[in-house]
């Protein structure tokens, strides 16, 4: 009930901010697969208020839906299908499906601009949209964007390829990222060297031929005005159907937005009544309808379904692989249900077939035991979403891929229906149906952590990352399914044996098959105890090879999710032989399930994802500023260590502390700061305040070496090593390193030292990074990020207006702190571990166990960079305890101060009193106003005391020759003055908790900064226009005035 009350909350937040707009979607492929997915997207976009007019092939035809127009292209269907063989029949040759299927989707889209209704819309210049929403299968669509002065979002039914990652300036390394339409399992040299090959010859074709093939049939329609590499530029995000789960980790920007990971589909219909024809082989019923879901509901042993989609016809399928199929099915103890298109002759008595099935209803009845599929994407993602365990047996385009995907997560097997055999068949069936080995949920686990980084888009710097990098991201987005038609429904309870769904997906007909591959299937489902529902729509002849099946099924192969069949080879004791192991072996059930478990568990659903960012570009008018959730866990013992001794360093953290606390977790911190919050029960503090004043007595060295960022960075490394060595001595401490009845289940830790990750090994459990800053090269570099110096510079560096000067000196940084690091900053933090734990505590090994890093970054604020989902950005909001109200301060009486009738003045009275508004001047808790020259103090007092503004400065000591509209205090709730009404602008030392809430509180900075990322955190807010800084050490007091009223009077920078 909570959860839903958010999520209430949340739309009525989100429909506040964004007015109804007018959307135009444009999806050409005349697909089910391509259509299905976004389906709920449409709907849910028209009912928060959108006018929205949607290009489809299959529409929703809901008339409640009233505020979506749906221009049906359903007659490009025929088009397509028409022109499938050809693709099919060159199945060997990689470019020339690419060529084939290029030209055939440009030609459907040619005709579908030709409606009458789309001719208005590029013709009449009354028809307006707000929004254009298009499939990136072509580009041509985005010409749209243009004739309406509008942004545009791209969407992707599949991964993205290598060539749009290009096109948005991520890494596309062939070897590293190889493109999704080739098999990146287990990469071989010859496997390294097809990428290679690959992509030089893909990019080649692009230019050459896909480019001005699609340029001379937009200046058709639209003009000559009209140029293809213009008008790809305009894209304002990306949202592509996969996750980090099925899919490969690569590092992507925040334009790039994965929104897999759960099934998006509107309900599906409840299953029918079908024709089932009484013929050889298969049981002679009493009368003509027979309620399918009966005899599913019936299969003792459970059903096997069968379903090459919508594009691939049965009676295409060659005839030797029709007979392996139905050899093989005749011999299995399961009911096989075949999504198959005519009648089927010869069918076993075992096999029961349907010209059409809702797909994801049979995937859920509880007696299925295999989904054999073509691999096609929709059908991969509804197995996974229904827990079903999956033979691929793909085809064409990215199906063998797709199916290779979960064969290598160990989710699925595969058959190459070229070369399937009976016996082989069937052994593979039975394996994934009786193994329960097959899914080893903990090595997923493994091979997808995650960091959080803070930082946000805004004010940081915006910089590529990968999916490991996660953004405080994807789930499969899908309507609810609507239940099985009562008739099919009945026919698979009754299926005593259970049942075998079989379908070739929408676009491939079963009339289609070879005869050999038919009769296969035929024999095979014969001999199966199962019943058999075959998705039926045309007369079947065999199966072909089309599009990306072959990947998709291979995809889900490669994850132990699925098998796959050839079946152009198929026979029917190696069909049969599939089919029983993937029923009996119970691995690939679990497998499927522990991959699903995995790819739901996300903070937002696909759908959510995508209507967020939808709405988010039309609030913003596209996203020129990103250019180049929460889940409830069992109860644990975590176990925080932050060993900075500083506010600005603890005060980020301590809501997180407090939430896990609240949410059950047994929560012990080593903080410097701690919240003392008696109601915080599952809460244990360890003060470790004593270290402040040990960093404190080290600040004077490292301000006297501030022109020197090495020495800087040395002198602030040790005493960071040095604080945290005397905090290990503390007896709480130490009895986590001795008692061996001590344990934790998670270790958090802040990553500025690597020293904390000890604990992780003493304790055998994972930990996660935590930043309150955006995260160093270095950690880019450990967990396999790019780094390349003059494209992403340190962040300790100046990176704005990137001089040949200024490049040079990054690259030299980065050479030289890499060697501090390895040979001076490791072995200074292994020498405080052997100290307090033994030698066998190895910084490097520790380094690749680290499970998530949370940094304090987003991509506004800070640089956009290609990160892994094992990195995630926790930036872009403010996290902190609510602050404490103003308190009454004590106002010491000395010469040139006003003389207060009273010792007690309240500061707030103060400040609502100060009628030409007030600054606040503070330089944090690690910089004491007794420490700044001399010189500096004088021209700020002087400065201040010629301004009309009372000035509120957080001063540690009494501060002589005050002038009088100056206050001071030793303490102050800096939030709450930062939201004062009557504040004018904050001069701040610019550490990046001070910034953080100046942007929260939309306050005017004024940069002063001493040590050691503060020039450069304040460089970043100078960079984006939301403030000016000053030099401490060259400071002029005409200069300082003249820059703080700037800052106070130009509403640019207010």
């Known amino acids: 009930m909570k959860k839903i009350v958010v999520i209430l909350v949340l739309i009525f937040v989100i429909i506040s901010l964004c007015d109804s707009a007018r959307i135009l979607g444009i999806i050409p492929t005349p697909s089910y697969s391509h259509q299905a997915v976004f389906q709920p997207f449409w709907k849910e976009l028209s009912l928060r208020g959108h006018q929205v007019t949607v290009l489809t092939s299959h529409p929703i035809n809901d008339a409640t839906l009233t505020n979506l127009t749906e221009i049906d292209t359903s007659f490009s269907f025929k088009l397509l299908t028409d022109n499938l063989v050809d693709v099919l029949n060159n199945s060997g040759n990689a470019l020339k499906v690419i060529d084939l299927s290029v030209k055939l989707f440009c030609n459907v889209f040619d005709k579908q601009l030709e409606l009458p209704q789309v001719k208005r819309f590029i013709n009449d210049p009354s028809v307006q949209f707000d929004l254009v929403i298009f499939e990136y299968t072509l580009s041509v669509p985005m010409a749209f964007s243009k004739k309406f002065n509008c942004p545009s979002i791209a969407i992707l039914p599949t991964d993205s390829p290598n060539i749009l990652h290009k096109l948005f300036g991520h890494p596309t390394h062939p070897v590293l990222y190889p493109d999704s339409i080739l098999d990146s399992s287990n990469l071989t040299l010859v496997k390294r060297v097809i990428a290679v090959l690959f992509n030089v010859i893909f990019e080649l074709y692009i230019k050459w031929?896909?480019?001005?093939?699609?340029?001379?049939?937009?200046?058709?329609?639209?003009?000559?005005?009209?140029?293809?590499?213009?008008?790809?530029?305009?894209?304002?995000?990306?949202?592509?159907?996969?996750?980090?789960?099925?899919?490969?980790?690569?590092?992507?920007?925040?334009?790039m937005i994965p929104i897999g990971g759960q099934l998006m589909r509107l309900p599906p219909k409840p299953l029918e009544k079908v024709n089932i024809t009484v013929v050889c082989y298969i049981i002679v019923y009493n009368h003509k309808f027979q309620y399918i879901k009966q005899k599913l509901d019936n299969a003792q042993e459970g059903f096997i379904y069968f379903s090459l989609g919508s594009n691939i016809d049965g009676k295409d399928m060659p005839e030797k692989t029709l007979k392996v199929i139905l050899e093989t099915f005749k011999e299995l103890p399961y009911t096989v249900l075949w999504k198959y298109e005519l009648d089927l002759p010869n069918k076993p008595d075992n096999v029961v077939t349907s010209k059409w099935l809702s797909q994801l209803e049979v995937l859920k009845h509880p007696n299925i035991k295999l989904f054999i599929t073509h691999g096609g994407g929709q059908?991969?993602?509804?197995?996974?979403?229904?827990?079903?365990?999956?033979?691929?047996?793909?085809?064409?385009?990215?199906?063998?891929?797709?199916?290779?995907?979960?064969?290598?997560?160990?989710?699925?097997?595969?058959?190459?229906?070229?070369?399937?055999?009976?016996?082989?068949?069937?052994?593979?069936?039975?394996?994934?149906?009786?193994?329960?080995?097959?899914?080893?949920?903990?090595?997923?686990?493994?091979?997808a952590s995650l960091v959080f980084i803070n930082s946000d888009p805004i004010f940081y710097s915006i910089r590529p990352i990968t999916p490991m990098m996660i953004p405080i991201g994807g789930q499969l987005m899908r309507l609810p399914p609507k239940p099985l038609e009562e008739n099919i429904k009945q026919k698979l309870d009754n299926a005593q044996?259970?049942?075998?769904?079989f379908s070739l997906g929408s676009n491939i007909d079963g009339k289609d098959m070879p005869k050999k591959t038919l009769k296969v299937i035929l024999e095979t489902f014969k001999e199966l105890p199962y019943t058999v529902l075959w998705k039926y729509e045309v007369p079947i002849l065999g199966i072909p090879f089309c599009t990306d099946q072959p990947f998709t099924v291979n995809r889900m192969v490669t994850r132990g999710a699925a098998l796959s069949v050839d079946y152009k080879t198929l026979e029917k004791e190696n069909f049969k032989a599939i089919i029983l192991e993937l029923i009996n072996n119970p691995t690939y059930r679990k497998r499927i399930t522990k991959l699903a478990d995995l790819a739901e568990d996300q903070p937002m659903t696909g759908l959510e994802r995508a209507v967020w960012w939808t709405e988010y570009v039309l609030r913003h008018?596209?996203?020129?500023?990103?250019k180049n959730p929460i889940f409830d866990m069992p109860c644990a013992r975590i176990l925080g260590i932050i060993p900075t001794p500083s506010y600005s360093h603890q005060a980020l953290f301590q809501p997180f502390w407090k939430e896990l606390s609240l949410r059950g977790h047994q929560v012990t911190v080593l903080t410097s700061h701690p919240i003392n919050d008696a109601t915080l029960t599952n809460l244990t503090e360890i003060d470790t305040s004593f270290s402040f004043k040990l960093l404190n007595d080290n600040t004077l060295n490292v301000l006297n070496n501030t022109e020197n960022v090495l020495d800087v960075i040395d002198f602030t490394a040790k005493a960071f090593c040095n604080v945290f060595d005397k905090q290990l001595e503390l007896p709480q401490v130490k009895r986590f390193i001795n008692d061996p009845s001590v344990q934790f289940d998670l270790v958090i830790f802040e990553y500025i030292l690597s020293a904390p990750m000890a604990f992780s090994k003493k304790f055998n459990c994972p930990s996660i990074g935590v930043l309150p800053m955006d995260s160093l090269n270095i950690h880019h570099k450990i967990l396999g990020h790019p780094t390349h110096s003059v494209l992403y510079p340190d962040p300790l560096l100046d990176n704005s207006h990137l001089t040949l000067k200024k490049r040079v000196i990054a690259v030299i940084f980065d050479f030289f702190f890499e060697l501090y690091f390895q040979w001076r900053f490791i072995p200074f933090q292994e020498s405080v571990l052997q100290k307090h734990f033994d030698d066998n505590y190895n910084l490097k090994e520790m380094s690749k166990n680290i499970s998530l890093i949370m940094v304090n970054s987003d991509p506004i604020f800070f640089t956009i960079r290609p990160i892994t989902p094992m990195m995630i950005p926790i930036g872009g909001q403010l996290m902190r305890l609510p602050p404490k109200p103003l308190e009454k301060v004590h106002i010491t009486v000395v010469c040139y101060i006003i003389v207060y009738n009273h010792k007690f003045q309240n500061i707030k009275q103060k400040l609502d009193n100060a009628q030409e508004g007030f600054i606040y001047f503070s330089l944090g808790s690690n910089i004491n106003g007794k420490d700044m020259p001399e010189k500096t103090s004088k021209v700020i007092l002087e400065t201040f005391k010629e301004l009309p503004y009372t000035v509120l400065w957080k001063y540690e000591l009494d501060l002589p020759n005050k002038p009088d509209n100056v206050v001071t205090s030793k303490w102050l709730s800096q939030l709450e003055v930062l939201k004062h009404p009557n504040i004018k602008l904050f001069i701040t030392h610019g550490g990046g908790q001070s910034v953080d809430e100046a942007v929260s509180a939309r306050v005017p900075i004024l940069g002063m900064p001493f040590f050691p990322d503060q020039p450069f955190t304040v460089n970043r807010m100078v960079t984006r226009g939301a403030a000016l800084s000053v030099d401490y050490k060259t400071l002029e007091k005409e200069n300082f005035k003249a820059i703080i009223l700037e800052l106070i009077n130009n509403p640019m920078l207010v």
């Open 379 to 447: 059908s991969v993602d509804e197995a996974v979403s229904a827990r079903v365990q999956i033979l691929g047996m793909p085809f064409c385009t990215d199906q063998p891929f797709t199916v290779d995907r979960m064969v290598t997560r160990g989710a699925a097997l595969s058959v190459d229906h070229k070369t399937l055999e009976k016996e082989n068949f069937k052994a593979i069936i039975l394996e994934l149906i009786n193994n329960p080995t097959n899914y080893n949920l903990n090595e997923i686990k493994k091979s």
């Open 621 to 626: 008018n596209g996203t020129k500023h990103l």
């Open 209 to 255: 031929s896909f480019m001005p093939y699609q340029e001379s049939m937009m200046q058709k329609h639209f003009g000559s005005n009209y140029n293809l590499n213009e008008i790809e530029k305009r894209a304002s995000l990306v949202f592509i159907n996969s996750d980090p789960i099925f899919y490969p980790i690569r590092p992507i920007t925040p334009m």
């Open 497 to 501: 044996e259970a049942f075998i769904y």
